[in-house]
């Protein structure tokens, strides 16, 4: 079965300085992984996917994330955080052959000024 | 294009009692997922339907159980409803079954139980 680590469960961040959010995942193949989004009141908005070809993956707002088969992680980075980056983050994991999302137990971004 | 939605917005009911929350999907979708935010729990799958059938479930009660018209959309229905049932209920739609398919979020719906 799939599962996933997020091993923050609150980073602070000063505007302009680097993001580093980190996912590990547990799968005995390489699985399809996702970062969502949740700002406060709304729904899940997707940042980027990981679906085995490019193992940079490029996603919205200037993220993005690197899949590491060896260390079993995904972790999301962004050079530079904008207040508007604050909101919580999820890891996400695909159970392939379900259609299901196993999600992680999300991690909440704060932006200082 | 119209994302997915979700009505209604606030729900509260009293234990026992039987909750209906809907879901549209994005126009062209025929998958619709249904998710539960509790607090404390995360975010946990509960019901996944596909041109009108049911094709998988969480690790919930019988008591949550749904259905998805011939239009695609979808309802929730939570019976005899418990305090702990309280949570976001938020509802996805994609327009595949692969599992590198999007998965788009609705706004949620707030389920209240006293």
């Known amino acids: 079965a799939q599962s996933v680590t997020q091993l923050d469960s609150h980073v602070s961040v000063s505007e302009g300085t680097p993001v580093l959010l980190r996912c590990n995942y547990s799968?005995?193949?390489?699985?399809?992984l996702f970062w969502y989004v949740q700002h406060p009141n709304k729904g899940l908005q997707l940042l980027l996917k990981?679906?085995?070809?490019?193992?940079l993956v490029k996603g919205i707002n200037g993220f993005e994330a690197e899949f590491k088969k060896s260390e079993t992680s995904f972790h999301l980075t962004k050079p530079s955080a904008h207040m508007s980056d604050a909101a919580e983050y999820f890891c996400?994991?695909?159970?392939?052959?379900?259609?299901?999302?196993?999600f992680g137990k999300g991690t909440m971004l704060l932006v200082s000024p | 294009e119209a994302g997915v939605t979700q009505s209604p917005t606030h729900l509260i009911k009293t234990r026992g009692q039987q909750a209906t929350l809907r879901c549209s999907p994005i126009?062209?979708?025929?998958?619709v997922y249904w998710y539960q935010q509790a607090l404390g729990l995360g975010l946990q799958f509960l019901l996944w339907?596909?041109?009108?059938?049911?094709?998988n479930r969480g690790n919930f009660p019988p008591r949550f159980s749904g259905r998805q018209f011939p239009n695609y959309s979808s309802e929730l229905n939570v019976n005899a409803l418990e305090l702990e049932d309280s949570a976001l209920y938020l509802c996805?739609?994609?327009?595949?079954?692969?599992?590198?398919?999007?998965?788009?979020f609705g706004p949620g719906t707030r389920l209240t139980v006293l």
């Open positions: 996805a739609s994609s327009s595949g079954t692969s599992g590198t398919d999007t998965q788009y």
């Open positions: 799968s005995s193949y390489s699985p399809s």
């Open positions: 990981y679906t085995s070809a490019a193992t």
């Open positions: 996400v994991a695909v159970n392939s052959g379900y259609s299901t999302l196993t």
């Open positions: 126009s062209g979708h025929t998958s």
């Open positions: 339907y596909d041109e009108g059938e049911e094709r």
